[in-house]
């Protein structure tokens, strides 16, 4: 198995910055300028040297170990826990059960057989790259920051060298509406687009705790359902636009019996933070069509082609079928807001979608 990886690991190498550059639809907002005493800074508390508290050899696919042991250490106890919204309707939702952790890495192979290696080890093995893309669950914390929304009541955004980072993960795709925008549920008719997607073992513990790290927070709270396929949605939309309707994506909607690992990662318990004024997160726009690629046969280096994703991938048509290799594009901002609809504020993690790049999609059913 390791050898299916093994002489793929290669294709990363450094970016020339001089060489490429970067467009406002695959790099998010246009280039802000951040001033520094704008940046809230969380540095002097990180300790660079300290070991690393979500290091857990049990969880990391073995086709992976080795990538781990020279990753910026990150703190045990920090979490990501699901914001239940009861106004958000589940409209073409797959709501499968997948049983156990989360995803392995190496069941990719048999998965998917078709899927470019280079592609499927590139979006796990990404770090960053400029002007502004991060890989979250491997990039240095001492490279991020965060700042206040301009004009906003407290929304906190995640900075990467003075830019709005565009965070860079590959996840199992577990639910998609990203062609034509869905209710968000009761009454209202205004509508969102989303996807959803279960992040690999190892890669999720140290997604949640750099996020939690850097916002200030032991807790942050975002829209994850089954427990694990945390979401990225769009803006809402005004009302009397245009709904999706349920269809036949002819998939297989039941998870591979070996696609995600019996081991759980072990939580402690985080104290409860007391809620902070934070304002309404960063949007993206409602209409992102032309912002899906198509990586199944086109190699595509992360390392270098992130800049010019549009000119280098041709796009994806349709919904991304259920169980695909994703690798989705997002900024990150927190906001104030009730749990579940209750009146107690936390704070939430948005994850703000802005493009999708498939890497490998599951066999047609017959």
């Known amino acids: 198995m390791a050898k299916f990886f093994r002489d793929h690991t290669s294709v990363l190498v450094a970016a020339d910055e001089g060489s490429r550059t970067s467009s406002v639809s695959d790099s998010g ?15 002097n508390f990180y300790d660079p040297d300290a070991p690393c508290g979500v290091h857990d ?15 910026p250490p990150l703190p045990a106890g920090r979490q990501i826990l699901p914001s239940y919204d009861p106004a958000r309707m589940s409209g073409g939702s797959y709501d499968t059960d997948t049983k156990g952790g989360r995803a392995k890495f190496s069941s990719w192979k048999s998965h998917i057989k078709n899927m470019l290696a280079r592609n499927c080890i590139g979006a796990i093995l990404f770090v960053e790259s400029k002007p502004n893309f991060i890989n979250p669950s491997r990039v240095s914390p001492l490279t991020l920051s965060r700042q206040l929304a301009a004009g906003s009541s407290g929304t906190q955004r995640l900075m990467y060298d003075s830019k709005i980072a565009v965070c860079v993960s590959a996840v199992f795709c577990t639910e998609s509406v990203v062609v034509t925008a869905a ?7 205004r509508l969102r687009k989303w996807v959803s997607g279960i992040f690999h073992n190892q890669e999720w513990e140290r997604f949640e705790a750099l996020m939690c790290l850097v916002f200030g927070q ?3 709270y975002a829209q994850i359902n089954n427990k694990k396929a945390i979401s990225f949605q769009t803006m809402i939309s ?3 636009s245009s709904a999706s309707k349920d269809t036949d994506t002819r998939f297989d ?35 992102f069509d032309e912002h899906l690629y198509d990586a199944r046969k086109t190699p595509f280096d992360f390392e270098f082609d992130l800049p010019r994703i549009s000119t280098v991938l041709p796009s994806f048509t349709g919904d991304i079928p259920f169980s695909s290799f994703i690798v989705v594009g997002y900024t990150a901002s927190t906001y104030n807001g009730a749990l579940g ?26």
């Not at 209710?183 to 008719?189: D, H, T």
């Open 29 to 43: 907002d246009p280039p802000s300028t951040a001033f520094l005493e704008d940046l809230e800074t969380y540095k």
């Open 57 to 71: 050899v049990d969880l990391q696919d073995p086709a992976l170990t080795s990538s781990y042991r020279n990753l």
């Open 183 to 189: 209710k968000i549920g009761g009454k209202s008719e």
């Open 218 to 220: 032991e807790i942050l």
């Open 238 to 240: 005004p009302e009397n």
């Open 253 to 287: 909607k039941n998870a591979p019996a070996d696609m995600f690992s019996p081991i759980v990662a072990k939580k402690g318990t985080p104290s409860r933070p007391k809620p902070r004024p934070i304002g309404t997160p960063t949007k993206t726009l409602l209409a």
């Open 341 to 366: 609809g209750s009146t107690e504020r936390v704070t939430h993690l948005g994850c703000n979608v802005i493009w999708i790049i498939v890497c490998g999609t599951p066999t047609l059913r017959r």
